[in-house]
């Protein structure tokens, strides 16, 4: 049995876990995941300096929660991961000291992990998972990302949002519904109780140079402005405002968007499972709509627990165990930190001279 000890601060949760892999069964022992949800809510979205800050305070206290609940003594942990790239950077680095400190002192070898490749692990700790290659859809706050997955965790990015991300719209719009933050649960609680025939919000499209439209891109700030342009006419008139109305119409056509892209392009590139993941991973319409329309088609969707699509260190720590069956086995203690990486670039993060 493979014991990884994982850290990820790349946002605003502090999270630390212990998971371990033994044939191919990945188990959780431990996730403590410190939310600062509360702590950025007054400002409608995470504070960069004050995320920083609060890992710094929360850091010690989850770490040692995580070991005791895990029953694993730091002496028996194999590895020590953590998330070093895309993130917050001032968040990031507070994750990484604290892992390649624990790494230098108890001579464990450290891995830095991508934090989409960590998204897109947190299915491993599904009953079963699809053998690669595969497509991930991954929609969280930051990403909006189609990803061609190989057996050796080669990854190509076949689609993407061009503005905001699916989370990000989220977000956007329960602000501008005045629901609490983040968006995402808040629009998806009160979307329940609404009318998603309602109104017709436009389901933004990239335009091709050659001609026509991208296939497999995204974008969604248009959507959120159709949003306020609507909130605003609404406003005008003095009418009352269909909050749940609002709220399922955009939940619907962002998630029909998603669905339609993501099927068409595992279909074109000849994929027959569909793996999704990330905080948006967790809406209940999306995760219907792409079951039912994937299957029209005879594709296999893989959903990312509930409880792990949204930030965790445990996602992170199953990356680590993926990547412990191919060498090389760890990072450079000289990898550093970076707010932005390619996903399709991840295997360089264990060369022996890293990128960053
Ligand atoms: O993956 P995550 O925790 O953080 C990033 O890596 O960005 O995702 C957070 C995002 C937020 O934008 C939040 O509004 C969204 O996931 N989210 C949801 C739901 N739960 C979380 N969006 C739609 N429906 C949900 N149920
Ligand atoms: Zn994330």
């Given at each position: 049995m493979i014991k990884v000890l994982a850290i990820e601060t790349s946002c605003d949760e502090t999270s630390v876990s212990v998971v371990s892999n033994s044939d191919d069964i990945y188990k959780i022992h431990s996730n403590i995941v410190a939310s600062q949800i509360k702590d950025h809510s007054r400002w409608g979205g995470v504070v960069p300096e004050l995320a920083a800050r609060k890992h710094l305070e929360l850091i010690p206290f989850v770490l040692e929660q995580a070991l005791e609940e895990s029953k694993i003594s730091i002496d028996e942990i194999d590895v020590i991961a953590s998330t070093v790239?895309?993130?917050?950077v001032g968040c990031l680095r507070i994750g990484s000291i604290t892992a390649r400190s624990l790494c230098s002192l108890h001579s464990k070898p450290f891995m830095g992990i991508h934090h989409l490749e960590g998204h897109l692990s947190?299915?491993?700790?599904?009953k079963n998972f699809p053998k690669p290659p595969f497509l991930t859809l991954l929609v969280s706050g930051g990403h909006t990302e189609l990803i061609k997955v190989g057996e050796r965790r080669e990854m190509q990015r076949l689609g993407r949002s061009y503005d905001d991300a699916a989370g990000e719209a989220f977000d956007k719009v329960g602000r501008l519904l005045g629901l609490?933050?983040?968006g995402g649960p808040a629009i998806a609680k009160i979307a329940k109780?609404?009318?998603?025939?309602?109104f017709k919000l436009p389901r933004c499209k990239i335009s091709d140079k050659e001609g026509g439209?991208?296939?497999y891109d995204f974008s969604f700030s248009g959507l959120k402005t159709a949003v306020l342009r609507l909130v605003e006419k609404i406003n005008l008139n003095g009418d009352e405002m269909p909050i749940p109305d609002i709220a399922a119409s955009f939940e619907r056509v962002v998630a029909e968007v998603l669905v339609e892209r993501t099927v068409k392009c595992a279909i074109d590139h000849g994929l027959d499972n569909i793996v999704v993941v990330g905080?948006?991973?967790?809406?209940n319409t999306l995760r219907k709509m792409m079951i039912g329309e994937a299957s029209k088609k005879s594709i296999k969707v893989y959903l990312a627990p509930l409880n792990l699509?949204?930030?965790?260190?445990a996602m992170i720590g199953a990356a680590a165990l993926f990547r412990l069956?191919?060498?090389?086995?760890e990072s450079s203690l000289k990898l550093g930190i970076s707010g932005r990486f390619p996903i399709d670039q991840a295997n360089t993060l264990y060369e022996k001279n890293p990128p960053f």
């Amino acid at each position: 049995m493979i014991k990884v000890l994982a850290i990820e601060t790349s946002c605003d949760e502090t999270s630390v876990s212990v998971v371990s892999n033994s044939d191919d069964i990945y188990k959780i022992h431990s996730n403590i995941v410190a939310s600062q949800i509360k702590d950025h809510s007054r400002w409608g979205g995470v504070v960069p300096e004050l995320a920083a800050r609060k890992h710094l305070e929360l850091i010690p206290f989850v770490l040692e929660q995580a070991l005791e609940e895990s029953k694993i003594s730091i002496d028996e942990i194999d590895v020590i991961a953590s998330t070093v790239t895309p993130g917050l950077v001032g968040c990031l680095r507070i994750g990484s000291i604290t892992a390649r400190s624990l790494c230098s002192l108890h001579s464990k070898p450290f891995m830095g992990i991508h934090h989409l490749e960590g998204h897109l692990s947190s299915i491993l700790f599904s009953k079963n998972f699809p053998k690669p290659p595969f497509l991930t859809l991954l929609v969280s706050g930051g990403h909006t990302e189609l990803i061609k997955v190989g057996e050796r965790r080669e990854m190509q990015r076949l689609g993407r949002s061009y503005d905001d991300a699916a989370g990000e719209a989220f977000d956007k719009v329960g602000r501008l519904l005045g629901l609490s933050y983040p968006g995402g649960p808040a629009i998806a609680k009160i979307a329940k109780k609404g009318n998603a025939s309602k109104f017709k919000l436009p389901r933004c499209k990239i335009s091709d140079k050659e001609g026509g439209f991208l296939k497999y891109d995204f974008s969604f700030s248009g959507l959120k402005t159709a949003v306020l342009r609507l909130v605003e006419k609404i406003n005008l008139n003095g009418d009352e405002m269909p909050i749940p109305d609002i709220a399922a119409s955009f939940e619907r056509v962002v998630a029909e968007v998603l669905v339609e892209r993501t099927v068409k392009c595992a279909i074109d590139h000849g994929l027959d499972n569909i793996v999704v993941v990330g905080g948006v991973a967790a809406n209940n319409t999306l995760r219907k709509m792409m079951i039912g329309e994937a299957s029209k088609k005879s594709i296999k969707v893989y959903l990312a627990p509930l409880n792990l699509c949204t930030d965790n260190a445990a996602m992170i720590g199953a990356a680590a165990l993926f990547r412990l069956k191919f060498a090389p086995h760890e990072s450079s203690l000289k990898l550093g930190i970076s707010g932005r990486f390619p996903i399709d670039q991840a295997n360089t993060l264990y060369e022996k001279n890293p990128p960053f």
